[in-house]
């Protein structure tokens, strides 16, 4: 397993930016799929973007395509969650997640119930 930790949740206006980023530990980073979550107040934990253990290929949840990008550097073990045009509704705890194979983060659900590595959360605050 790797262990995993975000950084740079915080308060943004309705269409500014913020960037998250993880770093992992653990010799096998660059084997493992990276991902991220996000957990609104009230609501079930949700898919947001993935990548393969390559940076090859990225995948988007349908609420955030074209506007997030994912990215991942293998030699300093981080993976970063580029957030653009953001939106009230965006608001929610970010979970940054691994895992060796990336069917996991869509595998039993949206809510990544097999993925085996979770960081401890960061907020993300859009105001209206």
């Known amino acids: 397993?790797?262990?995993?930790?975000?950084?740079?949740?915080?308060?943004?206006?309705?269409?500014?930016?913020?960037?998250?980023?993880?770093?992992?530990?653990?010799?096998?980073?660059?084997?493992?799929?990276?991902?991220?979550?996000?957990?609104?107040?009230?609501?079930?934990?949700?898919?947001?973007a993935a990548i393969t253990w390559s940076?090859?290929?990225?995948?988007?949840?349908?609420?955030?395509?074209?506007?997030?990008?994912?990215?991942?550097?293998?030699?300093?073990n981080t993976v970063s969650l580029q957030m653009n045009s953001l939106k009230p509704e965006d608001t929610a705890v970010y979970y940054c997640a691994a895992d060796p194979n990336e069917g996991a983060f869509w595998a039993g659900g949206t809510h990544g119930p097999f993925v085996r590595s979770w960081g401890q959360g960061t907020q993300v605050t859009v105001s209206s």
């Open 55 to 76: 940076g090859g290929n990225a995948y988007y949840a349908d609420s955030v395509k074209g506007r997030f990008t994912i990215s991942r550097d293998n030699a300093k």
């Open 1 to 48: 397993q790797v262990q995993l930790v975000e950084s740079g949740g915080g308060l943004v206006q309705a269409g500014g930016s913020l960037r998250l980023s993880c770093a992992a530990s653990g010799r096998t980073f660059s084997t493992y799929a990276m991902g991220w979550f996000r957990q609104a107040p009230g609501k079930e934990r949700e898919f947001v």
